[in-house]
């Protein structure tokens, strides 16, 4: 039975105190719904690095900038045409090709997930005629949550020790993966025999 790591658990609570920052800040700001600012805040938290919480936090960040961009695209073509469901089942998917181009040529590889949720979230749930203040105020949430993942990876960061800890523990489990691959391989080569 696999046992749950002490640094999953840390990793855990960090991410559930997030989303609940994320809640409370916009429970009293009446900001709406707190459910772009929440997922811009798991991702970068999915490591206890300070650098890596940033990076990714950038990455989400510019990926939200290209998705909403590309969702605000979206509206302005989809309003003149008035909705036509004909035109949108075409455009969603070509402006979301259009998004993995960008990232690519931007060198954003880590932010197209994030680019593509925007476009797809904020493309099919708001109502016409909101589109450009919807999706700056998705852009905004997504500071929001990035800024809340920096904050708590800053508070609570691993110490040397547990840092060490955690590198002794990766080291082990890849020196059981390595001894897992060497006996496939052992197996490997017999079949061939």
Do not use: W
Request: hydrophobic share 50%; aromatic share 8%; glycine share 6%.
């Amino acid at each position: 039975m696999k046992t749950i790591h002490k640094y999953t658990l840390i990793r855990a609570v960090k991410i559930a105190v997030s989303v609940a920052l994320c809640i409370i800040i916009f429970h009293f700001s009446d900001r709406g719904a707190p459910i772009v600012a929440s997922l811009s805040a798991v991702a970068p938290l999915m490591s206890s690095d300070l650098h890596a919480t940033i990076k990714t936090g950038r990455n989400t960040i510019a990926g939200n900038i290209i998705g909403g961009g590309m969702a605000l695209l979206y509206f302005f073509i989809t309003e003149i045409d008035h909705a036509n469901f004909d035109i949108e089942i075409f455009l969603l998917p070509f402006f979301i090709v259009l998004v993995v181009l960008i990232c690519e040529l931007l060198h954003e590889h880590s932010g197209i997930v994030a680019a593509i949720s925007a476009t797809i979230l904020i493309s099919l749930s708001v109502s016409y005629g909101e589109s450009f203040g919807f999706a700056l105020s998705r852009i905004i949430d997504t500071f929001i949550g990035t800024t809340i993942a920096v904050g708590i990876n800053t508070l609570f960061k691993p110490t040397k020790s547990e840092i060490k800890a955690m590198i002794r523990e990766d080291q082990k489990v890849l020196s059981q993966k390595q001894s897992e691959l060497d006996n496939l391989s052992n197996e490997l080569e017999e079949h061939k025999k």
